[in-house]
């Protein structure tokens, strides 16, 4: 079954530290794709970024960046010289594709990861 | 157009009303989602439509009755709510349920009294 992890519960740094989220997922499935959202406390879902399963590059996009490793199943985000703007829940995302009943459109969440960013 | 918008933003509603959340998305995708979220947790997936069609209902209880009268449009009926059921419910659009590009509303908070 699909499954996404994020051990990290609650993490808390000073402004301008570099902070890592880590995601693990587990699939069957050889097609799929990763994405991570964050939520503020707002609680729009705001896209952050998806990966599909063929293409391992790591990604950079200003300060946000991702290292995907199919080796290990993960799927970390890491955030260079924090902000305070970046404090909200993030979370990471599996969609899965069957080669069979193709894609439901199902997102399986983990169960997030509380960042607290301060001054 | 890039959003979804949900309507209202907040509802209280007692265990004897009926209500309804409104969705709507006018970038032509064809795929509407409800999910829902209790605090401190993540999206649960409640229903899916493609095309207008029901395609998956994850068991959710009849209290909850969705509804697509067109591609922009997606409702969800309440009636006869639990406490429990005090949740934000989020509504997602993507072209079709094989394309991932997922866009979220802002969600409805819902409290149940």
């Known amino acids: 079954a699909q499954k996404v992890t994020q051990a990290q519960t609650e993490i808390s740094v000073v402004e301008k530290e570099d902070v890592t989220l880590d995601c693990v997922y587990e699939t069957r499935d050889t097609t799929y794709y990763l994405f991570w959202y964050k939520q503020p406390p707002s609680g729009e879902l705001v896209f952050l970024i998806r990966r599909n399963s063929f293409d391992e590059q790591n990604e950079i996009s200003g300060r946000y960046s991702w290292n995907f490793q199919k080796s290990t199943s993960s799927f970390n985000f890491t955030i260079t010289a924090s902000q305070v703007v970046d404090s909200a829940v993030y979370f990471c995302a599996l969609s899965e594709f069957s080669s069979y009943g193709g894609s439901q459109g199902n997102l399986i969440f983990g169960k997030g990861t509380k960042l607290s960013v301060k001054p | 157009d890039t959003e979804v918008t949900q309507t209202p933003k907040h509802l209280v509603m007692g265990m004897t009303n009926k209500k309804s959340l409104k969705c709507e998305q006018h970038?032509?995708?064809?795929?509407m989602y409800w999910y829902k979220q209790k605090a401190k947790k993540p999206p649960e997936l409640m229903f899916v439509y493609s095309y207008e069609k029901l395609s998956i209902n994850e068991s959710v209880p009849s209290r909850f009755s969705p509804e697509c009268p067109n591609s922009s449009l997606l409702n969800l009926h309440l009636h006869a709510l639990q406490p429990e059921d005090s949740a934000l419910y989020l509504c997602a659009s993507s072209l079709t349920t094989a394309n991932y590009g997922y866009t979220f509303g802002s969600g409805t908070r819902l409290t149940v009294v």
């Open positions: 970038m032509g995708h064809r795929a």
